[in-house]
Antibody, heavy 119, light 106 residues
Framework: EVQLVQSGAEVKKPGESLRISCQGS????????IAWVRQLSGKDLEWMGI????????RYSPSFQGQVTISADTSNNTAYLQLNSLKASDSAMYYC????????????WGQGTLVTVSS | DIQMTQSPSSLSATVGERVTITCRAS??????LNWYQQKPGKAPKSLIY???TLQSGVPSRFRGTGIGTEFSLTISSVQPEDSAVYFC?????????FGRGTVLEI
C-alpha cells in the first residue's frame, strides 16, 4: 500500500523554526514528486511547493518562495518542509502528497501535521 | 495568478439526486484540472485528474468534464458517504491554485 506518514503535531512560539517530515512507503520514493499543501482554518488549500526526491529538484509557489524550504532524503524515503521565523498566521494543517509530475494531481496524501504558533 | 472560482459554496442534496459542482478558471488551463474530496478530520482524496479521468477506486457515479476555463464535477446519484467538501485545483500555473471548496450535505 502506498502511504505517506507525517510527523506529529507541533506547538511553536513566534520566531521559532520547524521542520515537518513526510515518509513514503510502498513505492519507489525517488521516482515520484512530493508536494506540500497548507490548509488554513480547515478550509482554504494552498500549494506551497514540490520536490523530486530523485534529484532534489524543488519548485516553489511564488507565494512561498523564500519563506519555506523543501528537501528530501532518499536514504530514508523522507521529504521535509522547513518553516522559519514562524508567525501566528503560519498556524495551519500541513499536508504532503505524492505527485506524478510538477503539473500533476496528488495521490495519496499524508495524514497532515497540525502546526500551532502561539506565544 | 490564476483564480479558481467554485460554485456553489455549499449545497444540500438528497440521496439519489444528481449534483453538479462547477469550477471556473480566470484564464485557460487546458485540462490541468483536478478534483478532490475532503471529509471532516481527513486529508483530501483525489477523485478526478486531468479534468475527466477517474482516479482508480473512485465510484463511477463521479464524473468530471470541461476544458479551458469551465469545469464540472457531477455525482450522478449522490450517496450518504458523499457528504464532504469538494475542491478543484489547477496545475497549469506555478501556483497550482485550489478553489475555495464546495460543502456538500446529504
Amino acid at each position: 500500500e502506498v502511504q505517506l506518514v507525517q510527523s506529529g503535531a507541533e506547538v511553536k512560539k513566534p520566531g521559532e523554526s520547524l521542520r515537518i517530515s513526510c515518509q513514503g512507503s510502498g513505492y519507489s520514493f525517488g521516482k515520484f514528486w512530493i508536494a506540500w499543501v497548507r490548509q488554513l482554518s480547515g478550509k482554504d488549500l494552498e500549494w506551497m511547493g514540490i520536490i523530486y526526491p530523485g534529484d532534489a529538484n524543488a519548485r516553489y509557489s511564488p507565494s512561498f518562495q523564500g519563506q519555506v524550504t523543501i528537501s528530501a532524503d532518499t536514504s530514508n524515503n523522507t521529504a521535509y518542509l522547513q518553516l522559519n521565523s514562524l508567525k501566528a498566521s503560519d498556524s495551519a494543517m500541513y499536508y504532503c502528497a505524492r505527485g506524478y509530475g510538477v503539473d500533476s494531481w496528488f495521490d495519496p496524501w499524508g495524514q497532515g501535521t497540525l502546526v500551532t504558533v502561539s506565544s | 495568478d490564476i483564480q479558481m472560482t467554485q460554485s456553489p459554496s455549499s449545497l444540500s442534496a438528497t440521496v439519489g439526486e444528481r449534483v453538479t459542482i462547477t469550477c471556473r478558471a480566470s484564464q485557460g488551463i487546458n485540462a490541468y484540472l483536478n478534483w478532490y474530496q475532503q471529509k471532516p478530520g481527513k486529508a483530501p482524496k483525489s477523485l478526478i485528474y486531468a479534468a475527466a479521468t477517474l482516479q482508480s477506486g473512485v465510484p463511477s457515479r463521479f464524473r468530471g468534464t470541461g476544458i479551458g476555463t469551465e469545469f464540472s464535477l457531477t455525482i450522478s446519484s449522490v450517496q450518504p458517504e458523499d457528504s464532504a467538501v469538494y475542491f478543484c485545483q489547477e496545475t497549469y500555473s506555478a501556483s497550482c491554485t485550489f478553489g475555495r471548496g464546495t460543502v456538500l450535505e446529504i
